[in-house]
């Protein structure tokens, strides 16, 4: 059996790279960007007015002049307009082009309006109130570099330089597939015996969280139908997950029919718990890769977060954020097992820190709700102690803090 820092990088190692494509501007939202995006004009295009009010020429003010003629109003969105004389003003709303022959902008509030005239109310500084042409990006300028993930902020700025279409990085096609003959649909009730699949439910949600949209498969304990499915499934996907049916029992056929099919398995249980018989594997031939979890819902649950979130991040040349957080309890660890233990987050004095949760082990499905993410404990011979930090997973996109 190997490590879980040796499990990890061997997944790590097996990042792929699934080519680009082109989705409709709001459909990249949390995609990941695959191409620089440039300034299409410069940014403000124009000197624009930051302020309701007049806009003037200083070097009347230089004259001596506190009454100003008014010419026009522009509005956002009008033309731009050339000041007649350098004693008069134009009133000017926020976001409109600065007249030609105007400097500073002078707000409502600090100006009385009389008989067509604006009269100040005291002297502003030259060139006030004007944001100007190119002052936050040149045109040309790249505004947002490649391989960043697109939020709600990247949206603004690709609809600011006119990207309706935007080039983002593939997505791995992918297919989840859950194992074994207890298991019935969500909408079934169970028999006495019986339990309804989870697993595939919560895989696919937080698939959905990374805009994978999976296709799902269901397979009874028959080594047969299985051998046939995952062989169909091996060659339409980038990336099976698999649910069950990888420990020692008598109906875990997967190791078997893999390794039947020539998948090449690269590791096959690894010193960790919980998720401890996880099976992964690469069809050479296609390079789909096979993330087989053990079927047990905190099993499934955490590693998928340890490996395959990691691994996606890295194949979608994203950065992999280290978090850790502080023990807040003295922790005995016993074994060669990394342990990963269910915790919720509290933020304290600006630091976070870890309270375990209460768990029944593997199987404990309903405990996975009540945590932010799993602490990683590796083994050691003394106790984890108050105050200490160790890595964290969380999993869960926002922790309520
Ligand atoms: N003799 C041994 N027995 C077991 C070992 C071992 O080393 N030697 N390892 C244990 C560990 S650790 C785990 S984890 C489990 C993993 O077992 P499998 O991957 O073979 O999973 P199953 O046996 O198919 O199921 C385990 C458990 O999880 C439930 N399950 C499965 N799929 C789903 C689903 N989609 N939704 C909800 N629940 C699911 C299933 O009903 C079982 O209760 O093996 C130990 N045994
Ligand atoms: O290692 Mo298994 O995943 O504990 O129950």
Redesign the pocket.
Known sequence: MITFQEAYLKVMAHKQDYGTEEVELLKSMDRVLAEDIKADRDFPPFDRATKDGIAINYAAIKNGIKEFRIEAVLAAGSPKYKLKSENNCVEIMTGAVVPENADTIVMYEQITIKNGYAILDKDPNQGQEIHLQGSDELQGAIVLNKHKLITASEIGVLAAVGKAKVLVKKLPKSTII???N??VDVQETPLPHQ?R????YSLYAALAEEKIVPSQLHLNDEKEEIKKEIKKALNENDVLLL???????KF?YIPDVLAELGVEKIFHRVLQR?G??FWFGIQKETRTLIFSF????A?TFANYHLYFKDWLKGSLSLSIPKINVILDESIPVTGNLTLFLRVKIRMENGQLLADLVKENG??DLTSLAQSDGFIRLDPKEVPYSVGELVPFSPTRRTISL
């Open positions: 859950s194992t074994g207890e298991l339990i699949k989870s697993n595939i649910s069950g049916g990888v420990s020692k029992g875990d919980p401890k018989p053990p079927g047990n819902p099993s593997s199987g």
